[in-house]
């Protein structure tokens, strides 16, 4: 069903309606336990991964949900169908829609790595000082390996746990940063920001290896076989959590000569994305149909979300009616396409408004397995607000600071000196900060596409809300990126030139 991840002045609620105020957003993650039934792959698939425990942990195991994370690369909400995308066929997707609860103000962060971050942590990465990409960014730096992760989690709760495709959170001389050592038991997939679609080389477990085909293809392939893997092993095997990060749309962009006929009436940018989101919504379909042959479909969580906003001008995604594109604060860097599919324990059909971030996958799939976190979380569980259990909302804050993208390789200065930019929510309100300019204050709900400036209005709540903003900034561990980094480091800045 069309435009069920569109507010409420875009299109008519369809289903069941949270209200507790407005918006869009979109990530996937899903849930699902499978059962001791023949195992069934979808398509073609590369070699089995296999999904033994080493310590082999069974206990509790058929009481609890594997667990499915797909995290797709800046889409907008203008390319999925349910976030009301009108020129790029999206079915599967929006059958996922139609079955779950859409977050109509689904936020993330505006750039990559720091999504991923934050949804691996359930914190906000400018706590262990990510503010954007660069530090995960080369081979020397990674997310702080003190930071306890959802697969170490998952890990300790007895699940095997995988990692197929974009990684983007490090490596280290000795490979301290890499999935192995942050959780993940197997890894088929690539290190760094971007891939390549047709033929790509991809490590798995940490050997280098060649594939013949497509890359979201490939990537599909392998975590059907995860599924039928689980399902051959019966419901004595251990529940696997696996965090299937595609590289669907980032560039460098290919996209199949079929895909691209399809879409022949749009421009030639357009036409790119269309045709790789396009067969993303196949890959979707073929995942959910492994999933639904081997039994898995009713004891299945699906949360599924895009890590920013699109890129209109250099990737031909599709931010819809907001403002903006990933690096920035505007609203179409950071609402994105994001629902959960749980049958038989999220209502179908729910058109869910109060605002959800990344961070609250994390808690929500420690509480689908049984479980809390042991340390202090900015994500919530949501499963309680979803099921009617307790009322209210999420959040009533959010943050974001980031930097100016613009500023990152100039040879003139240190990349440090990067101008910061900062915004917050505070229930309908929200203020950026660029640093440079005066605040900007806007009433989302009324005024989603940010066309509104209503801070010579509001001179007391814009007070009110950067004292916030700035104390939160003060609270976190500022971002320092070394000096000799390979791609931003002083000396490479210089060799680069202007």
């Not at 907001?322 to 179409?332: A, N, P, S, V």
């Not at 202090?376 to 980031?402: A, M, S």
């Not at 400036?453 to 976190?476: F, G, H, I």
């Amino acid at each position: 069903m069309r435009g069920m991840c569109a507010p409420p002045w875009f299109v008519p609620h369809i289903g069941r309606v949270v209200r507790h105020s407005a918006g869009l957003g979109v990530t996937w993650l899903l849930v699902g336990i499978a059962a001791s039934l023949t195992a069934v792959p979808c398509g073609h698939a590369q070699d089995a991964v296999p999904s033994s425990r080493p310590d082999g942990t069974l206990a509790h195991h058929a009481s609890r949900p594997n667990i499915i994370v797909v995290v797709v690369d800046d889409l907008g909400v203008g390319d999925v169908g349910f976030c009301h995308g009108r020129d790029i066929a999206t079915p599967n997707l929006d059958q996922l829609a139609r079955e779950g609860a859409v977050f109509a103000q689904g936020y993330v962060l505006p750039m990559c790595s720091p999504t991923r971050a934050a949804l691996l942590t359930g914190r906000y990465p400018q706590r262990f000082g990510i503010e954007d990409n660069r530090l995960l960014d080369g081979r020397a730096t990674g997310m702080d390996i003190r930071e306890f992760t959802l697969a170490q989690a998952l890990h300790k709760a007895g699940y095997v746990t995988h990692l197929v495709g974009k990684w983007h959170l490090g490596q280290g001389a000795q490979w301290q940063f890499a999935p192995y050592h942050r959780g993940f038991d197997h890894f088929l997939g690539f290190y760094g920001a971007a891939g390549t679609y047709f033929d790509p080389l991809l490590s798995r477990n940490g050997t280098e290896q060649s594939f013949h085909g497509y890359n979201t293809d490939i990537l599909t392939d392998a975590a059907c076989e995860i599924v039928a893997d689980r399902a051959q092993r019966g419901a004595e095997a251990p529940p696997f959590f696996l965090h299937l990060a595609y590289l669907a749309a980032h560039l460098p962009q290919q996209a199949k000569p079929d895909d691209l006929a399809r879409y022949a009436h749009l421009d030639p940018t357009r036409r790119m994305a269309a045709a790789i989101i396009h067969n993303l919504d196949e890959n979707i379909g073929r995942l959910m149909q492994s999933i639904q042959d081997n039994g898995m479909d009713d004891r299945t969580l699906l949360f599924f979300l895009s890590d920013n906003g699109g890129e209109p001008p250099i990737l031909g995604t599709s931010n819809g009616p907001l403002r903006g594109q990933k690096f920035d604060l505007y609203e179409g860097a950071i609402r994105v396409p994001f629902l959960a599919r749980w049958p038989g324990h999220i209502p179908a059909a729910t058109q869910f408004e109060p605002m959800v971030h990344v961070t609250d996958i994390f808690p929500t799939a420690l509480a689908a397995a049984g479980h809390k976190p042991s340390g202090e979380l900015d994500g919530v569980d949501l499963l309680p607000i979803l099921q009617g259990k307790i009322t209210g909302r999420p959040h009533e804050r959010l943050y974001w600071l980031t930097t100016d993208h613009a500023q990152w390789r100039r040879p003139d200065r240190d990349t440090n000196d990067a101008q910061r930019m900062a915004a917050m929510r505070l229930g309908e309100w929200k203020l950026i900060d660029l640093g440079s300019d005066r605040p900007q204050l806007y009433r989302i709900p009324s005024d989603p596409a940010e066309a509104h400036d209503l801070a010579a209005a509001e001179p007391n709540r814009v007070q009110q809300m950067l004292k916030e903003l700035n104390a939160w900034r003060e609270s976190m561990t500022p971002q320092v990126v070394p000096s000799d980094h390979p791609i931003y480091g002083r000396a490479a800045l210089q060799r680069k030139g202007p």
